[in-house]
């Protein structure tokens, strides 16, 4: 459950790797020197990239740079899913990057990455067909293709940068809390009455410390944590068909009202205005 370093070996006769993983079962809090373009199709998920926690809907397009702790984007999803996955050094056409004009805009892309980038609109439908065409054409044809991919991205005006500040893993190797554990049990107990102190003293610390941790860990508290996991699980049960009410108590919730008013707070809508949105 501890943050795992990952080892990425490009493709045969490549310079990058391109592929399509599937670890929706298990947990995999992870970083690694290479850049990361994520690009996943699901009814809803969890994205956590450095200290950012949130839910997607329907899709997700990030670009991650080196050495920032991310889980994997299909974490728990329980429904039909597709991922393309591209990772690669800053140097994979060596020094071009920096001494090349015509690449100066994905350059700066490239140093902003450190951030987590989040496209949307017009650039995620466009990045996401070019991703899956990629996977058929010669190692030639997807060198150049990848390259329109970043020019794209870099010339987006539909990007958020997900962390205000450096994530990368210099800044969780001081830390000794295992966020596989956290999950692990919010994971078990979301529908129940998770309890900070059980999940304190599961990974060695005080309530009061564990909670300081938490924080400044990931900017939210152990509550909002596990509130914006039970809302991530509700999207899942009201777009497979349970009604508001039915979502709300399966995934733990006591009220309602709360129930709404939570969801309206992460989500951005009512539950029922999503239900009927997608149906």
């Given at each position: ?177 295992r966020m596989g554990s956290v999950y692990k049990y ?94």
């Amino acid at each position: 459950m501890k943050i795992q370093k990952e080892i990425v070996l490009p493709g045969p006769g490549q310079s990058f790797r391109l592929f399509t993983p599937s670890l929706r079962n298990s947990f995999f809090w992870h970083y690694h020197p290479e850049y990361e373009l994520v690009y996943v199709e699901a009814l809803t998920g969890i994205r956590h990239v450095g200290q950012h926690i949130s839910s997607y809907m329907e899709s997700d397009l990030v670009l991650i740079g080196p050495n920032v702790p991310h889980l994997n984007f299909d974490y728990g999803i329980e429904t039909d899913y597709h991922q393309v996955v591209v990772q690669l050094k800053e140097n994979f056409l060596g020094d071009a990057f920096k001494e090349t004009p015509e690449f100066s805009a994905i350059h700066k892309l490239f140093e902003k990455a450190y951030l987590g980038l989040s496209f949307g609109g017009e650039t995620k439908r466009t990045v996401s067909e070019r991703l899956r065409h990629m996977q058929g054409l010669s190692h030639f044809e997807q060198i150049i293709s990848l390259l329109e991919v970043f020019q794209v991205l870099a010339n987006s005006k539909e990007v958020m940068a997900l962390n205000e500040r450096d994530t990368s893993i210099k800044f969780f190797f001081d830390d000794k809390i295992r966020m596989g554990s956290v999950y692990k049990y919010i994971h078990a107990n979301y529908d129940k009455h998770p309890d900070v102190n059980a999940v304190a003293a599961s990974v060695h610390l005080s309530t009061p410390a564990f909670c300081r941790y938490f924080k400044k860990q990931t900017r939210i508290t152990f509550t909002d944590f596990v509130n914006q996991y039970r809302i991530t699980q509700a999207k899942t049960l009201l777009l497979k068909g349970l009604t508001v009410s039915e979502a709300c108590y399966e995934v733990g919730f006591e009220s309602l009202s709360h129930f709404n008013k939570v969801f309206r707070k992460l989500a951005g809508e009512n539950p029922s205005a999503l239900k009927k949105r997608y149906n």
